[in-house]
């Protein structure tokens, strides 16, 4: 099924979502992303649909033709602080400060979203496998926090960050039980639950 070009005709709208909600260590990311309606690219998809390869191909198509784009990241200790949820609207708000064109309309992917100053805003469940412009936002928030996550596990290998980014996996599970939790774990999730987390 092709994804939709946008949600409201004639209005500049931004898609916007995040990466590593999930996750039991590192930060959370998000992204904003305005597509130029006059360049398309049919292959945008939901980021967790997609290959490494065609993900990373497409984060360089969106950076390069985008209208607009930027990424923003709350780190574990502030996700500590105010809750995942909330850290995940305020990556979303610290993308949306960045985007320096004028907006008309937030495309969040999600069921909820705490309103970003007064511009209106619709959420869409499941919206990254709906809009291209939230499937754009989706790819380059989980391309570039990949790539984070990937600098990291070179100073904590035995975590295997650079396979699991975070997600509670077998081997990051096994990890914090023998070497316990470090400076990027999120010390308010139950890390030590027996359940499996999909990466």
């Not at 946008?6 to 597509?35: M, N, Q, S």
């Not at 065609?54 to 574990?76: H, P, Y």
């Not at 992917?109 to 499941?126: E, L, M, Q, S």
């Amino acid at each position: 099924m092709r994804l939709k070009n946008h949600y409201t005709k004639g209005l500049v709208e931004v898609g916007c979502d995040e990466a590593g909600r999930g996750c039991y260590a590192g930060p959370v990311y998000a992204a904003a992303v305005i597509l130029d309606p006059k360049k398309r690219n049919n292959a945008l998809n939901d980021s967790k649909q997609l290959s490494k390869k065609t993900r990373d191909e497409l984060r360089l198509w969106i950076e390069k033709n985008a209208i607009a784009w930027a990424v923003g990241v709350v780190s574990a200790k502030e996700i500590d602080e105010i809750n995942i949820l909330n850290a995940s609207f305020l990556a979303m708000h610290r993308a949306l400060d960045q985007i320096e064109v004028d907006f008309d309309h937030l495309l969040i992917d999600g069921n909820r979203f705490t309103p970003y100053h007064f511009v209106p805003h619709t959420c869409i469940v499941k919206g990254d496998g709906k809009y291209k412009n939230i499937a754009a936002a989706s790819i380059l928030a989980k391309t570039h926090r990949d790539e984070y996550m990937q600098e990291i596990a070179k100073d904590f290998p035995m975590y295997d960050w650079a396979n699991n980014q975070g997600y509670g996996t077998l081997k990051h599970r096994n990890a914090l039980k023998e070497f316990g939790i470090c400076e990027h774990h999120r010390s308010s999730f139950n890390l030590f639950r027996e359940s499996k987390q999909s990466t």
